[in-house]
């Protein structure tokens, strides 16, 4: 069993004062649900940022599968369960997903609060970046998040999506003094007035997020879509096909997986992703080769910004 702050290190910067830095306390958090039925690296997750966190809140939905059993079993003093209903009646952009994600914030108590989903991991030799990344802009009220950059692996663990419909940036820290909430599960809202929110001012985090969602087994992909589509108000009953797909937004891999991955990743085909030869663009896939090619030709990066970046 490990003991809160166990592996914590922080490597403080010259002239920042040492006794704040070490005084830091960082909360990590998610929401999830039948994380084992619907394929969710929940464990890897939660286990990639524990070096950096004091403390882990989890919201917990009514689960039917060992899901909790397995939270449990990381066996850890810093994760903190919080039990909580969904409602069931709430059918409308997946606002759910943002209630649950707000209960487990509002109960972090740290100086920072670190988000991750749970299809979501951090390598290791990234925790010393993310760590000087908090240290450094400890101070520094103007910044209100940190930003991480994406791979968003799809189909098997060398392929990954660069494409301006897939967010290539996105805070996953935020301060945790400021008014701050999620309309949904993806972003932060920042409030300077009860009327109307905003993105949070940020800095880059200098690592990256290992977003596998788009890796799981077909069907568990199916059996999720089928059982959260209503918070969208849509019925998901259509098959899952990985293969169609523009393979003008497929790219090869060519880094390593984080560590704690291995066991995750051990039924994944090793090969690059073949899409299916046959699928024909929709409208959509052809409005995104247009947005690639402008961002090439003029060098620009159009993919959605939740977040103003200061520096």
């Given at each position: 069993?490990?003991?809160?702050?166990?592996?914590?290190?922080?490597?403080?910067?010259?002239?920042?004062?040492?006794?704040?830095?070490?005084?830091?306390?960082?909360?990590?958090?998610?929401?999830?649900?039948?994380?084992?039925?619907?394929?969710?690296?929940?464990?890897?997750?939660?286990?990639?940022?524990?070096?950096?966190?004091?403390?882990?809140?989890?919201?917990?939905?009514?689960?039917?599968?060992?899901?909790?059993?397995?939270?449990?079993?990381?066996?850890?003093?810093?994760?903190?369960?919080?039990?909580?209903?969904?409602?069931?009646?709430?059918?409308?952009?997946?606002?759910?997903?943002?209630?649950?994600?707000?209960?487990?914030?509002?109960?972090?108590?740290?100086?920072?609060?670190?988000?991750?989903?749970?299809?979501?991991?951090?390598?290791?030799?990234?925790?010393?970046?993310?760590?000087?990344?908090?240290?450094?802009?400890?101070?520094?009220?103007?910044?209100?998040?940190?930003?991480?950059?994406?791979?968003?692996?799809?189909?098997?663990?060398?392929?990954?999506?660069?494409?301006?419909?897939?967010?290539?940036?996105?805070?996953?820290?935020?301060?945790?003094?400021?008014?701050?909430?999620?309309?949904?599960?993806?972003?932060?809202?920042?409030?300077?007035?009860?009327?109307?929110?905003?993105?949070?001012?940020?800095?880059?985090?200098?690592?990256?997020?290992?977003?596998?969602?788009?890796?799981?087994?077909?069907?568990?992909?199916?059996?999720?879509?089928?059982?959260?589509?209503?918070?969208?108000?849509?019925?998901?009953?259509?098959?899952?096909?990985?293969?169609?797909?523009?393979?003008?937004?497929l790219r090869q891999f060519k880094g390593t997986h984080p560590a704690v991955?291995?066991?995750?990743?051990?039924?994944?085909?090793?090969?690059?992703?073949?899409?299916?030869?046959?699928?024909?663009?929709?409208?959509?896939?052809?409005?995104?080769?247009?947005?690639?090619?402008?961002?090439?030709?003029?060098?620009?990066?159009?993919?959605?910004k939740h977040y103003r970046l200061i520096r």
């Open positions: 069993m490990t003991c809160p702050g166990e592996f914590r290190v922080f490597h403080v910067a010259d002239d920042f004062d040492d006794t704040m830095a070490l005084t830091m306390k960082v909360s990590g958090f998610t929401f999830l649900r039948n994380g084992t039925r619907f394929g969710y690296p929940f464990v890897e997750s939660i286990k990639s940022i524990l070096p950096l966190c004091d403390e882990f809140i989890v919201s917990l939905g009514p689960c039917d599968d060992d899901t909790e059993a397995r939270i449990n079993a990381i066996d850890d003093a810093r994760i903190r369960i919080i039990h909580t209903t969904w409602n069931e009646q709430m059918c409308t952009k997946g606002y759910v997903y943002g209630q649950q994600k707000n209960i487990a914030h509002f109960n972090c108590s740290g100086d920072w609060a670190f988000y991750l989903e749970c299809d979501e991991v951090v390598h290791e030799d990234d925790l010393q970046a993310i760590s000087r990344a908090m240290e450094l802009n400890f101070h520094d009220d103007r910044v209100e998040a940190l930003v991480f950059d994406y791979f968003h692996f799809y189909g098997n663990l060398n392929t990954y999506l660069w494409s301006p419909a897939w967010y290539r940036r996105a805070p996953r820290i935020i301060r945790n003094s400021i008014r701050s909430y999620s309309p949904d599960g993806l972003f932060f809202l920042v409030l300077d007035s009860n009327k109307k929110g905003r993105y949070p001012r940020a800095a880059l985090a200098h690592a990256n997020i290992y977003h596998y969602g788009w890796v799981r087994r077909e069907d568990q992909m199916e059996s999720k879509l089928r059982a959260v589509g209503k918070y969208w108000g849509e019925d998901h009953q259509s098959k899952i096909d990985y293969g169609n797909i523009d393979p003008l937004i991955m291995k066991e995750w990743l051990t039924d994944t085909s090793e090969d690059v992703f073949k899409p299916n030869p046959a699928y024909k663009l929709t409208g959509r896939d052809r409005k995104n080769r247009f947005a690639l090619r402008l961002e090439t030709v003029f060098g620009l990066e159009l993919s959605k």
